[in-house]
């Protein structure tokens, strides 16, 4: 670059350049701590664009349990945009059918639909969010308070958990309170039981997603954990044994060994040498 | 190793007869074989190299080992030794993936040709550098600058006092000419035998590794000058016991902002341990502090200022330093409401070390078991444990939750509590603007009326009271927020009709916005937990309460108290 400038102005040679120089440097330094690039014209057709480049980190691998969920709106997505696997992956994407699902219905590899949503949440058009189940728990967080205070984020969350087709939209209180509600040992269905969020104008399923992808709400996962001592349990539930360590929650034994979340339940409640952390 | 460890300690002159690199810790030349090995992992072996331009010349350095190796000692010392006038002041030079954090210090010529003028070698200046990762952070790069600043300063001070540089100095370039005149063959590298030789050299390598270790530095430069220095990023990812949290000084910081007189302080290291390690010319009022603590663990820091006879704003700043440190943690004082929770970084790992430790201090028990008991929100003392357990195992448990709290694996949970009146038309909070007009309307409306017909619109005299005390609505607290409709059903909610219990509600507003805990509120407005408990049953249907823990990063989720409307404080009742 300086080559050039050098041959077409004669920039560092001649004596009356120095200042221009120096008013140079100081732009350059000046643009990229404030902006992070600058273009800077350098003479007839030369024009300095420099850039700092930000670091970037992969987003965390997508689990199969997972479920993409849309942050922004479909509709204003450029579907042309994005590769072909990608193209085919994102009209399956409801924000209610995990990762696994999507490539079954899409037909497409496993794999191959993980890091297209690696991607996409790379460019936050999705989020991925916990499976949603009557049985889950969650809390909710500090940010809770935002939503108390802002007044676009609780007309927002009006818009979103509003059960399809009723005519009224629902109460911001029954909502507030609803989340407010929950909390650690009290389940989605405990909630249910108690509000009757149809009868309120709520889907609760869009409820929690909502809570989850504005960061006001938490998933609770259970973590089984097995302590040494004998106790006479069938075979299937020993082979069992090595993912109770504490290292993983329900959703990731359930998926990674194909048993459904009931039936691990029941497994567990049979042996009282085994334990269970929520977190 | 972490990002913020640092990669190598250097030291480096620059005198009479040129620049020298003296010193060097950990020896990357006999480290190299293996380390080579260990680390060469490449990101992309088929990444296209840009073509640079022209004049560049390929980099010396090899820069995916994370060493120095590719560095030659002529170009350290060429380096790092700066020119006069850049002395005095940090230094700061990134090439490629490695960063040189020094603060070279020009030595007073002046005084040493005076003293030591027949030595042939003087040094000008001097640069101590530690070599960093460039992909650190400012703010772990400014401790740097800390410590960095402290050796020099010390070492230049003992410079002028018995030139302890000028004749480690000397010791340091006689090993190295010694083994540069060995046959080739027998070379070997001379930092090793330099340490054995050296104290100045040993102290270097004990700052290093003791950052390294620990995060914690506490030398004696020539057994004389006291450098003390703690990297709070190392410290504090440390001392969790939780799976790895990211802490920087910002967040401490603004914790420590946060602190408040009914907060108390929960020691992380043992106290005596820690009295022991103190510096000998320490203030005698953190002694003391201390030394309360220890007797009293889990008090308020306002008792512990009476107790420790220290003024409050002394204790902030003592505790704050603890905090800093690593030494301590701030929790709410224990109390037996005090509901706890798992925390979510927390480690549930079977055979992990912090279980072994666990088992140890308290026999016959399991880490897992006792987490596990705190998956759901646990008061520190059930009614019924009062009842059945016997003292010791109250006591037990007690400190058993002292040690999950030191430890970080569980958290304390508080309840907020949200104004929200059930009313179907509109949303809690109007925008602040209109309201306010809406408001000031509202009053001159009210007070109008009021002083023009004191009387006659108001049958009965409970109304009344509720109209004259909407004249003299607080304008920017949470009740003015709310549209007149809900004003009004608040007013005629049966609990209202109580002025006294009104009264204490309309004070107790402002708190409730989700931003300040019962403790706080008790505290700022000396209640009992009942009299708070009893108020907000009474006004239950407009009033919604959440158990959530205290967010850690943001000072206000601690609650200032909230400022108020001078006119708030002139509420008046008429009876």
Redesign the interface.
């Known amino acids: 670059m300086s080559c050039v400038i050098e041959s077409e102005n004669e920039a560092l040679s001649q004596e009356h350049n120095r200042e221009n120089i120096l008013q140079f440097l100081g732009t350059l330094m000046h643009q990229l701590n404030k902006y992070g690039y600058c273009s800077i014209r350098m003479g007839e057709s030369c024009t300095v664009h420099l850039k700092v480049a930000p670091k970037i980190y992969d987003p965390p691998p997508v689990q199969d349990q997972d479920v993409p969920v849309f942050l922004k709106e479909k509709q204003n997505l450029k579907l042309g945009h994005w590769d072909l696997t990608t193209q085919q992956i994102l009209s399956y994407i409801d924000g209610f059918k995990h990762v696994a699902k999507i490539a079954g219905e899409a037909d497409v590899e496993i794999n191959l639909v993980k890091s297209c949503l690696q991607n996409l949440v790379h460019y936050q058009v999705i989020k991925v969010i916990p499976i949603f189940q009557y049985c889950n728990v969650y809390t909710s967080r500090p940010d809770i308070q935002t939503l108390y205070t802002n007044k676009r984020l609780q007309e927002e969350c009006i818009k979103f958990v509003a059960k399809k087709g009723s005519l009224q939209p629902p109460n911001f209180r029954d909502i507030f309170l609803i989340y407010c509600s929950l909390g650690p040992g009290v389940t989605v269905k405990d909630i249910c039981a108690r509000f009757n969020p149809h009868a309120l104008k709520i889907d609760e399923r869009k409820l929690i997603q909502f809570g989850l992808m504005k960061g006001l709400l938490r998933r609770l996962q259970k973590y089984p954990i097995k302590f040494p001592g004998d106790v006479m349990t069938s075979v299937k539930l020993q082979q069992l044994y090595p993912w109770f360590n504490g290292r993983h929650s329900y959703d990731e034994i359930c998926s990674k060994t194909g048993l459904s979340h009931q039936d691990l339940e029941e497994k567990i409640e049979t042996d009282p040498s085994i334990v269970i952390s929520w977190k | 190793m972490t990002d913020f460890d640092p990669v190598s300690i250097l030291l480096v002159t620059s005198g009479t007869r040129g620049e020298r690199l003296l010193f060097q810790y950990p020896n990357f030349e006999t480290a190299r074989t293996h380390q080579d090995i260990a680390k060469s992992k490449r990101r992309n072996v088929y990444s296209v190299r840009i073509a640079e ?3 560049t010349v390929s980099s010396p350095v090899s820069s995916n080992t994370g060493t120095l190796s590719g560095f030659s000692k002529a170009i350290l010392a060429n380096l790092l030794s700066v020119k006069p006038a850049l002395c005095g002041q940090p230094f700061d030079l990134k090439v490629d993936d490695l960063r040189f954090i020094g603060f070279p210090m020009l030595l007073d010529q002046s005084t040493k040709q005076q003293t030591s003028g027949k030595i042939s070698h003087q040094i000008g200046s001097f640069n101590i550098v530690f070599v960093l990762k460039a ?1 650190v952070d400012q703010s772990v790069i400014n401790c740097y600058f800390d410590l960095v600043k402290q050796l020099t300063g010390a070492i230049k001070y003992e410079e002028s006092r018995r030139q302890y540089l000028s004749a480690e100095a000397k010791i340091m370039i006689s090993i190295h000419d010694d083994i540069a005149s060995l046959p080739e063959d027998q070379m070997h590298f001379p930092y090793d035998l330099i340490q054995t030789k050296s104290s100045l050299a040993r102290d270097l390598r004990t700052a290093y590794e003791s950052v390294k270790d620990k995060g914690v530095v506490h030398l004696y430069v020539n057994k004389w000058i006291e450098v003390t220095f703690c990297l709070p990023h190392k410290v504090h990812s440390k001392s969790s016991a939780a799976l790895s949290v990211k802490v920087n000084p910002e967040v401490i910081q603004r914790c420590i902002e946060a602190l408040r007189p009914y907060h108390g302080v929960l020691l992380l290291v043992d106290g005596q341990n820690l009295l022991d390690t103190l510096s000998t010319d320490c203030t005698p009022a953190l002694n003391r502090l201390i030394n309360v603590i220890i007797q009293q663990p889990v008090r308020s820091l306002q008792i512990i200022a009476l107790e420790a006879d220290l003024s409050l704003s002394q204790v902030f700043q003592l505790v704050s330093h603890l905090v800093y440190w690593g030494k301590a943690t701030i929790v709410y004082p224990l109390c037996e409401s005090n509901v706890y ?4 970084s ?1 480690n ?4 992990s070390k912090i279980a072994e430790e666990f088992v140890q201090l308290f026999p016959g028990r ?1 880490l ?2 006792e ?2 008991e705190f ?3 646990t008061k520190l003392w059930d009614t019924q444990d009062m009842l059945n357990k016997q003292q010791k195992q109250q006591e037990e448990k007690v400190s058993m939750v002292v040690w999950l709290l030191q430890h970080g694996l569980i958290h304390q949970l508080h309840t ?1 509590v ?1 104004l ?5 038309s509109r ?5 602040r603007t209109s309201s306010f007009s809406d408001v000031t309307s509202v009053n001159s409306d009210e007070s109008q009326i009021h002083y023009q017909s004191p009387s006659s619109e108001l049958a009965s005299d409970g109304s009344f009271i509720s109209e004259e005390i909407k004249g003299f609505m607080p304008m920017e607290d949470t009740m003015s927020k709310l549209t007149r409709e809900e004003q009004d059903y608040m007013l005629n909610l049966s609990a209202a009709k109580n002025t006294d219990d009104l009264r204490l509600f309309l004070r107790l507003c402002p708190y409730f ?3 300040h805990h019962f403790e706080e509120i008790m505290f700022y407005e000396d209640l009992t937990r009942s009299q708070l408990l009893t108020l907000l049953d009474k006004f239950q249907d407009v009033l ?8 850690r990063s ?1 000072p206000t ?1 601690y609650g200032k108290r909230p400022a108020r409307n001078s006119s708030y404080n002139y509420v008046q009742i008429k009876t």
């Open positions: 331009d022209v004049v992909s929770l798992l925390s979510p927390s549930i790992k079977m055979n399991s897992a078991v987490l596990s998956s759901y929100p907020y949200f929200m009146p059930p009313l179907k949303l809690c909070v109007e925008d916005n989700g931003l919604i309460t959440c158990q959530i823990k205290k967010k943001c989720m």
